[in-house]
C-alpha cells in the first residue's frame, strides 16, 4: 500500500465513452498531481492542485478534465479521448513545495481503442 | 526541449557489480535533484536526493553525485542487487516552482545473476 490509491488499475475505452479515473490519499498531502506516462518518454505533469485550488495546467487538451473536490480526493474526467491517449496516468500527492517525497500511485493503465 | 536527460535507456549490470546510472540537465536554475525508481505496474518511489549546495549524498547502497560544473549527476548502487532491476527516474526542480519536477525518460536497470 503506497498511501496514494487510483482506480481502476486498467481501463478500456472507446473514443466515445466517458470515463473517470479516481485518486486518493490520506497522508495529509496538500498537493496532487496527474502525470501522463507514455512509453520512453519522461513523465509528463498535466495538472496540479494545491489546497483543492488548481494551480497548473501544462497545456492539456479539454478533453482531460481534472476534479479535485477535497485535499483527499482527485479525479480525471474523461470523454472523447484519442488512440494516441493510451498511456499510465499516474496520481501523485505531496506536502505542500512539493519538492520531497512525491508519493505516486500505482496508476491506471488506459487504453483507446 | 529536455531539461533533464537520461541518455541511456536501459543498463545492464551482473549482480554484486556497480551500477551507474546517469543524469544531465540544462537548466542551471536547478537546485534540487532525486532520483525515483519504478517497478513495473506500480508508480515510481522516491529513492534518494541531492540539494545543490552538495556534492554527494548517500544512503545505503545508494550514493547520487552531483557535479554542477557540468550540469550532470550519477546514482550509484553498490553492490547491485536483483531486486534493484528497475526503471530508474531522474527529476529536477528549481528554487520557486514548488510544484514542478522535471522529469527524464528513465534508465532500465537490469541485474543479471
Known amino acids: 500500500e503506497t498511501g496514494v490509491t487510483q482506480t481502476p488499475r486498467h481501463l478500456v475505452m472507446g473514443m466515445t465513452n466517458k470515463k473517470s479515473l479516481k485518486c486518493e490519499q490520506h497522508?495529509?498531502?496538500?498537493?496532487m498531481y496527474w502525470y501522463k506516462q507514455s512509453a520512453k518518454k519522461p513523465l509528463e505533469l498535466m495538472f496540479v492542485?494545491?489546497?483543492?485550488?488548481?494551480?497548473e495546467n501544462n497545456s492539456v487538451p479539454s478533453r482531460f478534465s481534472p476534479e479535485c473536490p477535497n485535499s483527499s480526493h482527485l479525479f480525471l474526467h474523461l470523454h472523447t479521448l484519442q488512440p494516441e491517449d493510451s498511456a499510465l496516468y499516474l496520481c501523485a500527492s505531496s506536502p505542500l513545495g512539493g519538492d520531497y517525497g512525491y508519493t505516486f500511485g500505482s496508476g491506471t493503465r488506459l487504453t483507446v481503442v | 526541449d529536455q531539461q533533464v536527460k537520461q541518455n541511456s535507456p536501459s543498463l545492464s549490470v551482473q549482480e554484486g557489480r556497480i551500477s551507474i546510472l546517469n543524469c544531465d540537465y540544462t537548466n542551471s536554475m536547478f537546485d534540487y535533484f532525486l532520483w525515483y525508481k519504478k517497478y513495473p505496474a506500480e508508480g515510481p518511489t522516491f529513492l534518494i536526493s541531492i540539494s545543490s549546495i552538495k556534492d554527494k549524498n548517500e544512503d545505503g547502497r545508494f550514493t547520487v553525485f552531483l557535479n554542477k560544473s557540468a550540469k550532470h549527476l550519477s546514482l550509484h548502487i553498490v553492490p547491485s542487487q536483483p531486486g534493484d532491476s528497475a526503471v530508474y527516474f531522474c527529476a529536477a526542480s528549481a528554487l520557486g516552482s514548488n510544484y514542478q519536477l522535471i522529469w527524464g525518460a528513465g534508465t532500465k536497470l537490469i541485474i543479471k545473476p
Open positions: 492542485y494545491s489546497l483543492e485550488e488548481r494551480v
Open positions: 497522508l495529509g498531502h496538500n498537493a
